[in-house]
C-alpha cells in the first residue's frame, strides 16, 4: 500500500504486507538497494517494481527461464497533467534456459505548483533508469547477472524557491547456484553505491552524502535439508559532518521440515552490536480450510545516519513477526493479516509499529468483482502512530465489437485517517522518527480515482484519473488536499498512455 506524495510516482511512503519501509534494505530481482534514500521502489521505474526484503538467509529468488526462443520488446507511455512525460521501455531475448533484459525508463513532471522543476535545470527528466539482467541455467548449475543505474535530477518543495534533490545510484549483483550429490551450493553478492545531494532550507548540510554498502552470502544445503548459511556486509556512510565505516558478519544453521523452517546463528562485529544472535522462524501449512502462515525473524541492521545522529549507535536491532490466514472459497476471498516491526538500540530508543490488516475479495461473476483492504494501527499509546488505510473497489472486463476492443474498467476509493495523532515521516531523508515532527505531518485524505484500459488488437489504451472528484470539479479539503506538511496542496492528475507488446 502506497501513501503518495504526488500523482507521477515520485516520492511517497511504501508499505509492504503491513511492513512500513524505512531503513530496510530490499531487493528487486537480484539487485539489492540500501533502503537509507531508496525507501520508496515507486520512484525506480516498472523494472524494479517486484519488491521482497532484504534480511537473513533470505535470497532473491532465480527468475523463470524459458523452454523456447523469442524476442519481447515493449513501450508503455503515458502523458499527464503537470507536464508529466513517463516511458518505460524494454526488449528480451529468449532461448532455452537463456533470458537477457534490457530496459529503461524516464519520468518528467513540473509538479502542479511547479515544485519538482530544477532551479538550476530547466529541462530534462527528474529520473530516469536503465537496467540489463541476464539469466542461464543448465543441468547441474544457474547463474544471474543484474546492473543498473538510477538518476534523479529534481526540485523539491521548499518555502522560498524550490531545493534541489540530485541522486545518482550504481546496483549491481550476482547470484550462482550448483548442485553437487548430495549439496546444493548458492552464492550471492551484491554492491550498491550512492551519491546524493539535497539542498533544502530545513537542513543545515547540502553536500554530497556517499552510501556504499556491499552484501556477500553463501548458502550450503544437503539432501537433508539443513542449511549453512554465511552472511556479510558492509555500510559506509560519508557527509560533510559525520563518517561511519561498519561491516557485521552471521553464521546460521537452518534446518527446512515439511511446515517448518528454523534458523539460529551468530553476529559478530567490530563496532557494538546490541544482540550476537540472530533467528528466524517460519510455519506455513495449507489445507482446505486454508493457507496459515507465520514469521518472525530477529536481527541487527545498520542505524538510519540521520534519524539517529544524537546518539552514537551504530546498529540496532530489529524484530519483525507476522501471522496471516488466506482462504478463497468459490467467489470470495478472504485474508488477514498482523505484523509488528520492533526496532531498539540499548536504551537510545525503542519502538513499534503493530499493524492489522484484512483484504476482501468477491466476484459476483467471472469477469466483475469488489474488493476492500484495510490497514489499522494497534499500538496507539506510541507517540508518532501511523494512520488507518482503507482501499475499496470495482473491478471488471467487456467487450466490444464483436470481440474486437476488451475494457477493463476500475474506480476505486482510498482514505488515510489518522485524526489527531498525526504521523510524521520525513519525506527527503526517507526515516521514520519517535517523535512526531510537525514539518513532515502525513495528512487525512478521502480520494476516488478511475481507470480504464482497452486493448485493440494487442494495442492497450489507458485513461486514469487520480482524484476523480477533483477532476469533476468537486473542491474542499479532502479533494484539494496537502499529502504531507511540506508539499503543495494537489487536486487531480489526468493521465493517458499506450502500451504496445512486440514479438519476435
Request: neutral net charge; proline residues 3%; glycine residues 6%.
Amino acid at each position: 500500500m502506497l501513501i503518495p506524495f504526488d500523482w507521477s510516482g515520485q516520492n511517497g511512503v511504501y508499505i509492504k504486507q503491513g511492513h512500513l519501509f524505512t531503513n530496510q534494505s530490499w531487493y528487486s530481482g537480484i539487485l539489492s538497494f540500501d533502503g537509507t534514500y531508496t525507501s520508496y521502489p515507486n520512484r525506480y521505474g516498472g523494472h524494479s517494481l517486484e519488491v521482497s526484503i532484504n534480511e537473513i538467509g533470505a535470497l532473491p529468488e532465480f527468475r523463470e527461464l524459458p523452454d523456447s526462443s523469442s524476442v519481447i520488446s515493449f513501450f508503455d507511455y503515458y502523458r499527464g497533467d503537470y507536464g508529466l512525460d513517463k516511458l518505460d521501455l524494454g526488449v528480451k531475448y529468449f532461448s532455452k534456459n537463456q533470458l537477457l533484459n534490457v530496459s529503461g525508463f524516464k519520468r518528467s513532471t513540473l509538479g502542479n505548483y511547479g515544485h519538482y522543476i530544477h532551479p538550476t535545470r530547466s529541462n530534462g527528466p527528474i529520473h530516469q533508469s536503465y537496467r540489463i539482467d541476464y539469466a542461464k541455467k543448465t543441468l547441474e548449475d544457474r547463474i544471474e547477472v543484474s546492473a543498473a543505474r538510477f538518476i534523479t535530477i529534481s526540485g523539491i518543495p521548499d518555502n522560498m524557491q524550490n531545493g534541489i534533490e540530485n541522486d545518482n545510484i550504481l546496483s549491481s549483483g550476482i547470484s550462482y547456484e550448483r548442485s553437487l550429490d548430495n549439496w546444493k551450493i548458492k552464492s550471492y553478492f551484491s554492491q550498491f553505491a550512492q551519491n546524493r545531494t539535497l539542498t533544502h532550507s530545513l537542513y543545515t548540510d547540502s553536500t554530497t552524502r556517499f552510501i556504499n554498502r556491499n552484501q556477500f552470502d553463501l548458502q550450503l544445503t544437503n539432501s537433508k535439508r539443513y542449511e549453512f548459511g554465511f552472511n556479510q556486509k558492509f555500510h559506509q556512510y560519508n557527509s560533510s559532518d559525520y563518517l561511519r565505516s561498519v561491516a557485521w558478519s552471521n553464521f546460521y544453521l537452518r534446518k527446512h521440515f515439511d511446515n517448518l523452517t528454523i534458523m539460529a546463528g551468530v553476529q559478530m562485529s567490530k563496532n557494538e552490536l546490541f544482540q550476537p544472535f540472530t533467528f528466524s522462524v517460519s510455519y506455513k501449512n495449507i489445507s482446505r480450510l486454508g493457507e496459515f502462515k507465520i514469521f518472525t525473524i530477529s536481527e541487527s541492521q545498520s542505524a538510519h545516519p540521520d534519524a539517529n545522529k544524537s546518539y552514537s549507535n551504530d546498529f540496532e536491532s530489529k524484530l519483525r513477526s507476522s501471522i496471516s490466514y488466506k482462504i478463497s472459497k468459490n467467489k470470495l476471498s478472504l485474508e488477514s493479516y498482523f505484523t509488528d516491526v520492533n526496532i531498539n538500540a540499548n536504551n537510545f530508543y525503542n519502538y513499534n509499529i503493530t499493524l492489522f490488516g484484512t483484504n476482501i475479495a468477491y466476484n459476483f461473476t467471472r469477469d466483475w468483482g469488489i474488493y476492500y483492504n484495510s490497514i489499522n494501527p494497534l499500538n496507539n499509546a506510541q507517540e508518532n502512530v501511523l494512520g488507518s488505510f482503507f482501499d475499496s473497489g470495482l473491478k471488471g472486463k467487456f467487450s466490444l465489437f464483436q470481440g474486437n476492443m476488451k475494457i477493463n474498467f476500475h474506480i476505486w476509493a482510498e482514505s488515510y485517517i489518522n485524526g489527531d495523532n498525526n504521523f510524521t515521516y520525513d519525506p527527503f531523508l526517507q526515516y521514520y522518527s519517535v517523535i512526531g515532527e510537525n514539518d513532515f505531518a502525513i495528512i487525512d485524505r478521502n480520494l476516488a480515482h478511475l481507470e480504464i484500459q482497452s486493448n485493440i488488437s494487442g494495442v492497450i489504451l489507458h485513461y486514469k484519473i487520480n482524484n476523480l472528484l477533483n477532476a469533476i470539479g468537486v473542491e474542499n479539503k479532502d479533494t484539494f488536499f496537502k499529502p504531507n506538511a511540506i508539499y503543495p496542496e494537489i487536486g487531480r492528475m489526468m493521465q493517458f498512455g499506450v502500451t504496445w507488446y512486440f514479438d519476435n
